[in-house]
C-alpha cells in the first residue's frame, strides 16, 4: 500500500516535471484528471459554491499549466503545490466579493441636507448645550469625560479617584436631567 502511493507521488512530481520542461500536454491531462475534480471539492467544503468551485477549480489547474516552472520538488509536493493555489484563489475570490463594483459606489458630492432637518440639529444642539451647562458641576464633569473625553467608567474612577459607584450615580442622574431637559 504504501509502495502504491509512493509511486504515484513519483508518477505525480514526473508529470509536473514533464509538464515544466516539455509543455507536456499529456502529463498535464493526467494532472488534470486526478486534480481538478479533488480541487473542486475542496473549494465546495470550504464554503464555495458549486459554479465557483468549478471556475476556480478550471483557474486552478490554467495555473498549473503556465506556472509549472515554478514547481519545486524540493519544497513543497505536488498534491501541497496545487492545494495551496486552489486556497490562494478561493481568498481571491472572497475578496474579491466582498469589494463593491465601482456602479455600486457614490460618485459625486453628498446631497445637501435638508434645510429642516438642519435647524432641527442645530436646535437640538443648542438645547443639549444649555441643559449641560444647568448641570451640577460634578455631573457636568463626568458626562464630558465619558460622552467627549471617550472614557469608561473605570477610567473616570482612576482619573478622578472618586468610587465607581458614585461616577455611575452622578452620570445617571445627569443623563435622566439632561432627557427631562431635551423632552
Known amino acids: 500500500m504504501a509502495q502504491d502511493a509512493d ?9 509536473i516535471l514533464a509538464v515544466r520542461d516539455r509543455r507536456d500536454e499529456a502529463a498535464f491531462a493526467a494532472l488534470f484528471v486526478h486534480f481538478a475534480p479533488r480541487v473542486k471539492g475542496f473549494l465546495m467544503r470550504s464554503g464555495a459554491s458549486e459554479a465557483l468551485a468549478e471556475d476556480c477549480a478550471q483557474d486552478v489547474m490554467a495555473t498549473v499549466w503556465n506556472k509549472a516552472h515554478l514547481f519545486d520538488p524540493s519544497r513543497a509536493s505536488v498534491a501541497t503545490w496545487i492545494f495551496t493555489i486552489a486556497r490562494n484563489r478561493r481568498i481571491d475570490a472572497i475578496r474579491k466579493a ?3 463594483e465601482p456602479e ?20 437640538d444642539s443648542a438645547r443639549l448645550v ?11 464633569r463626568l458626562i464630558e469625560r465619558a460622552y ?8 473616570i474612577a482612576e482619573e478622578t ?5 458614585t461616577i455611575k450615580s452622578r452620570i445617571r442622574l445627569a443623563l435622566e436631567k439632561l ?4 423632552s
Do not use: C, F, I, N
Request: zero cysteines; hydrophobic letters at 30%; charged letters at 35%.
Open 130 to 140: 444649555d441643559a449641560l451647562e444647568k448641570l451640577p458641576e460634578k455631573q457636568r
Open 179 to 182: 432627557r427631562h431637559a431635551m
Open 98 to 100: 466582498r469589494r463593491p
Open 7 to 15: 509511486k504515484d507521488v513519483q508518477e505525480m512530481v514526473a508529470q
Open 148 to 155: 467627549y473625553g471617550d472614557l469608561t467608567h473605570s477610567e
Open 104 to 123: 455600486d459606489l457614490d460618485w459625486g458630492p453628498e446631497p445637501e441636507p435638508d434645510q429642516a432637518e438642519v435647524m432641527a440639529l442645530q436646535q
Open 161 to 165: 479617584g472618586l468610587p465607581l459607584g
